[in-house]
């Protein structure tokens, strides 16, 4: 019985290599339209971290993947038989978004096919932050952007009055007396609530141990994009109104980011410490 279990499990190993190999060498077109998009693109730029940490959560689950009997699964030809056609058809329009979502149905497939549904649950948050580093849609990334900044315009103005400060907002348009400043797409938050998404699924994944604490982390993230990025604006409306202090562009702009992104991420960390600290009392009641 030894014997027939080592020979499984070399078996299982020796397929899982072929399909790695084949999966490589037929889907090489979108590493390298993923590679330039995650290297040139602001939004995806944290996609390079990301991948040897996807791929340390996939090894620390090798154990569980590999002392399981092997399960073949017809449901992962299934799934192959619509992501190959679908990745074809995606190279000929150059659709890289359909590209790469074709390439994720793949890799679901053949973790069904050579490990059956239950690998999937075991591998669920590695394949959630590959998911999650797929490039949304120019299309849709606009018309999730607008309103976000005409939401940020719309909190920030009401703070500012609330200040004293004089202020005319039209649309994402604000003018003080000195000066107009106009709420861009990276003021909007959609940049911030991607790198803080993954980042809180991560924490989540790492630190915390109830699947509620983990939603809790991953669905705070959303507001504390949009919150931080209401503090970006305000600070520097009011920085240039009081102190004539212009962060709009050049290294004071950058610092200004970096340091809002902090905050950020002390609020996400507060979170977190807030969220273990309720497992801890939790498991001793």
Same mark, same amino acid.
């Given at each position: ?5 080592? $020979? ?53 689950? *090798? ?25 074809? =058809? ?12 074709? %390439?994720?149905? !793949?890799?679901?497939?053949?973790? $069904? &096919? #050579?490990?059956?549904?239950?690998? @999937? ?8 932050? #590959? ?7 120019? +299309? ?5 952007? =607008?309103?976000? +900044? ?10 500012? *009055? ?15 007396? +000195? ?10 938050? #959609?940049?911030?609530?991607?790198? #803080?998404? !993954?980042?809180?699924?991560? %924490?989540? &994944? =790492?630190?915390?141990? *109830?699947?509620?604490?983990? %939603? @809790?982390?991953?669905?705070?993230? @959303? ?12 600070? %520097?409306?009011?920085? =240039?109104?009081? /102190? ?16 809002? /992104?902090?905050?950020?991420?002390? $609020? ?18």
């Amino acid at each position: 019985m030894r014997i027939s279990t080592d $020979i499984i499990k070399r078996k299982s190993t020796l397929l899982a290599l072929i399909a790695l190999t084949l999966f490589v060498a037929g889907y090489a077109p979108i590493f390298e339209i993923l590679g330039k998009v995650w290297l040139e693109s602001d939004e995806y730029a944290h996609a390079l971290l990301v991948l040897p940490i996807i791929g340390y959560m996939v090894w620390t689950q *090798r154990a569980a993947l590999v002392d399981n009997p092997v399960r073949f699964s017809s449901i992962g030809l299934l799934i192959l038989a619509v992501s190959t056609p679908l990745f074809m =058809f995606a190279l000929l329009t150059q659709v890289r978004t359909v590209i790469a979502l074709s %390439m994720l149905m !793949t890799v679901i497939g053949t973790i $069904i &096919y #050579l490990a059956g549904v239950g690998a @999937v649950k075991v591998l669920f948050t590695p394949l959630i932050l #590959l998911a999650m580093l797929i490039p949304v849609p120019e +299309q849709l990334y606009i018309q999730l952007t =607008f309103p976000l +900044q005409l939401k940020v315009s719309q909190i920030s103005e009401v703070v500012i *009055r609330l200040l004293g400060v004089p202020i005319f907002r039209e649309g994402n348009v604000m003018t003080i007396p +000195q000066k107009t400043f106009e709420v861009v797409e990276a003021c909007s938050g #959609l940049r911030s609530m991607i790198a #803080l998404l !993954t980042l809180s699924v991560i %924490m989540g &994944y =790492f630190i915390l141990r *109830r699947p509620v604490s983990k %939603m @809790v982390l991953v669905a705070a993230s @959303v507001p504390t994009a949009i919150l931080v990025n209401i503090i970006r604006v305000v600070s %520097m409306i009011l920085l =240039f109104h009081f /102190f004539k202090l212009d962060l709009t562009e050049g290294t004071l702009h950058t610092v200004m980011g970096l340091a809002i /992104f902090t905050i950020a991420l002390l $609020i996400l960390f507060l979170l977190q410490k807030a969220l273990e600290l309720w497992e801890t009392r939790s498991n001793l009641s």
